[in-house]
């Protein structure tokens, strides 16, 4: 089955700088990757996700990159904030009718230090 | 996300009880999930279900059975709880194509003493 791995676990950032995180998967069929927030308390979100036909995908302060290759993908978050302060989890699945089941990294703590 | 509830948000138990974990969802999705979080292992899947008459074993479905009640519904019970199974956990909906999204639901903390 799938395994996805995520770097780092925790991570430290001071408000205004950039945030990544990186994650890396070991089956070549797996095409959907989307990234998930969880704030305390609450459920994970959907927060940004890119397909195997794109390198890279950007909405607004957050972005991800995908290289097929080498297999792995990454979160960026630029101009950090207070508000960015939670749990994020990358999963991999292979997207078609009938399958789609997600298989998650471990999760990084992100801080943001105002 | 108010459309994906649990019942109850915590619980604690002991050790051989028989518990219900109960998910509902407003969405209209034909799948739902269930997903137990642990520190440090991220979310793993225990049962998955398709629509009413199809559901699947997932990654860790040992100890744990479900119960597919209605298109909106999703049980997970635990016949004879454990302390290792003292999680959270979570249910999640999607619509049945290619892209559907994982929408989850708040969790429920169970602690098995």
């Known amino acids: 089955g799938e395994n996805v791995e995520q770097h780092p676990s925790t991570l430290s950032v001071q408000e205004g700088d950039s945030a990544v995180i990186k994650c890396t998967y070991s089956?070549?069929?797996?095409?959907?990757f989307p990234w998930y927030k969880q704030e305390l308390g609450k459920g994970p979100q959907l927060i940004i996700d890119?397909?195997?036909?794109?390198g890279e995908k950007k909405d607004q302060r957050i972005a991800v990159t995908l290289n097929k290759t080498a297999k792995h993908f990454s979160l960026h978050i630029t101009e950090t904030q207070p508000e960015d302060s939670a749990v994020y989890f990358c999963?991999?699945?292979?997207?078609?009718?009938?399958?789609?089941?997600?298989?998650f990294g471990t999760g990084t703590r992100l801080t943001v230090i105002p | 996300d108010a459309d994906v509830t649990q019942t109850p948000r915590n619980r604690i138990t002991k050790t051989g009880k028989r518990i219900m974990l109960e998910c509902s969802q407003t969405?209209?999705?034909?799948?739902m999930y269930w997903y137990r979080q642990d520190p440090g292992l991220g979310l793993r899947l225990i049962y998955y279900s398709f629509d009413v008459k199809d559901i699947n074993k997932g990654e860790i479905s040992d100890g744990y059975s479900v119960s597919r009640q209605a298109q909106a519904k999703f049980s997970l019970s635990l016949e004879s709880a454990i302390p290792n199974q003292t999680a959270l956990y979570f249910c999640?909906?999607?619509?049945?194509?290619?892209?559907?999204?994982?929408?989850f639901g708040p969790g429920t903390r169970l602690l098995v003493l």
């Open positions: 999640a909906t999607s619509i049945d194509r290619v892209g559907g999204t994982q929408y």
């Open positions: 890119i397909r195997s036909n794109v």
């Open positions: 089956d070549s069929a797996s095409n959907y």
């Open positions: 999963a991999a699945s292979i997207d078609e009718p009938g399958a789609n089941n997600l298989f």
């Open positions: 969405k209209g999705h034909d799948r």
